[in-house]
């Protein structure tokens, strides 16, 4: 086969090469049930063909909404990508109002919909969507259109020639997917992606993620609407990698030990997740175990990479390894090695600790706009550096502003933001992308990441202060689940903390502190506020005197998607939790 140049070759490059049995695999009624390479490629194309005998036209819109990765959301993408239209991944978690806005302003023709939840949604506000015909659901819903309707529709093959057609007019420039990033403020914004932005930057990813053709799985479980995963399936495909769907996030243990991955993406929340449970875990051990894992932790803090520490550390990390971080990798399926890691700043000692226990996360950069790869790092010839997220890609460049903010070029730069020139005007300046990231490159090459622009703010004083930095430290801390600096105008940072409620419960009841029943009466204990002070001031050490968290408040709810405290990717809503803990704010600087 040629080179790829357009999205729906993937899985025509892999049947080239490999035929696997399991190329996408799915678990129905406790049974994962495997789709094959030609059997994906047989039903995208009856996709394609249903779609066409339904009127679809090249440029049409179609949404794709599921709360859980799945094997046909991928059939869907790749008959819809055929016959020339654009899918539209929509985030399930968002509000049905922000349904609306997006369904009207990318005018999909028809939507895909996972489960009764989702549908339930969309009927709430399908009649102010006079573009929308039809919905389809993945599962069997009454009352639902069901997606096989359409294999049933396609069986006929007697228009692939149409299919075949549609294929060879859409070029590599071509849009592919408009992506609403969810943002932290103001309406989504629909960012176009070409054929070629994405699948230049799945090429550019094959030198600098060290995967393997065959005899590999991976399981995905991120949301597959947002490009990071959807880049990554691409790639697995690429490689002929086998692809489990988790079933849940909150079935991600139970899953990761039935499948056995060499490779899973992740971001630092959850990594934070699986860390504290294996923490917790080690704190409930007694005696000679306690003492062993605890100084495996030690010992894991202080990794450097490629030998630097000398050979009684590599020593001492081989008897860590067999005795202790064994265990961890067999709790995450005993074959897992890598992570590729984005979404937000990861924790230094999460890379350092993960790396230990012969888990490596290769901490990357990139946005939706960036289809999405930026910078990874990779430990092949000396491409691995703790607090960087690694080197540049090749054929994407990148140039800091006199400001400090990371400017980008390449073939992955999106073609704009859907039906908002003045937008696109705004952030590609002269062919460079302006992130809205503050970041600088360092001798060796590595990028690193200080900030975001807009969320950096002046103290009355004129003290600049960049919240992220301080945020990072602070949740290092086991009682900080989440948190965030505010301060901006006002004559000091603040701010407003979510403490980690199980870490909390399980300290009190060590030091036979009675806490009260509900999270107010928690977050309101003097004795824990006297704790968290003491976090608080021990973190402070290690920033300027204007930088230092003078005030906190702590928040009695858990910070959540739902909620609205936080993105889809998991990234602080500033102005939302600004505006939920107003009362606060004034407290604080009243």
Known sequence: MAEITRLFEFPYYQLERNNILDCLVTKHNGVWVKTSTQEYIDKANAISRALLRLGVNKNDKIAVISTTNRTEWNIIDIGILQVGAQSVPIYP?????????????????????????????????????????????????????NWKELLVLGEDTSNQDVVEDRKNQIHTEDLATIIYTSGTTGVPK?????????????????????????????????????????????????????????????????????????????????????????????????????????????????????GVNGWFYEFQLSIARKLVFSKWKEGVGGKLDIIPCGSAALQPRLARIFAAAQITILEGYGLTETSPLVAINDM???????????????????????????????????????????????????????????????????????????????????????????????????????????????????????????????????????????????VSNPRLIERIQEEVSEINKKFGNWEQIKRFELTPDVWSIESGHLTPTMKLRRKIVLEKYKDLYQKIYS
């Not at 939507?111 to 929308?132: G, M, Q, W, Y």
């Not at 054929?395 to 400017?407: N, P, R, T």
């Not at 990072?472 to 701010?495: L, T």
């Open 380 to 522: 092949r010839n000396k491409g691995y550096k703790i607090g960087t997220v690694g080197k540049v890609i090749e054929g994407v460049e990148v140039k800091i502003a006199e400001d400090g903010e990371i400017l980008c070029k390449g073939p992955n730069i999106m073609m704009g933001y859907y039906k908002d020139e003045a937008l696109t005007k705004e952030v590609l300046v002269d062919g460079y992308f302006h992130t809205g990231d503050i970041g600088e490159i360092d001798s060796e090459g590595f990028l690193k990441i200080t900030d975001r622009k807009k969320e950096m703010f002046k103290t009355s004083g004129g003290k600049y202060i960049s919240p992220q930095l301080l945020e990072n430290a602070m949740k290092q801390s086991r009682f900080i689940e989440q948190v965030m600096v505010i301060g901006d105008g006002q004559k000091m940072p603040a701010a407003f903390i979510q403490i980690h409620f199980d870490f909390v419960k399980e300290w009190a009841k060590l030091h036979e502190i009675d806490l009260g029943t509900t999270n107010e009466m928690i």
């Open 93 to 145: 978690t968002i509000s049905e109002d922000d349904y609306q806005y997006i369904l009207n302003h990318s005018e999909s023709v028809y939507c895909f919909v996972s489960d009764a939840e989702v549908l339930r949604k969309i009927n709430l506000i399908k009649h102010n969507v006079p573009t929308l015909k039809e919905v389809y659901s993945f599962n069997e819903i009454d009352g639902c259109k």
């Open 190 to 306: 629909g960012v176009m992606l070409s054929h070629r932005n994405i699948v230049s930057n799945v090429l550019a990813a094959t030198s600098r993620i060290p995967l393997n053709e065959g005899n590999n799985r991976t399981m995905s479980y991120l949301p597959v609407c947002h490009i990071l995963e959807r880049f990554y399936l691409y790639l697995c495909q690429y490689y002929s990698i086998s692809i489990y769907f988790g079933e849940s996030l909150d079935k991600i243990g139970d899953n990761l030990k039935e499948v056995h991955p060499n490779i899973i993406t992740g971001v630092p929340r959850v990594l934070e997740k699986v860390y504290d449970k294996i923490y917790a875990k080690g704190s409930e051990l007694s005696g000679i175990k306690r003492k062993l894992f605890f100084w495996a932790i030690d010992l894991g803090m202080r990794y450097e990479p490629y």
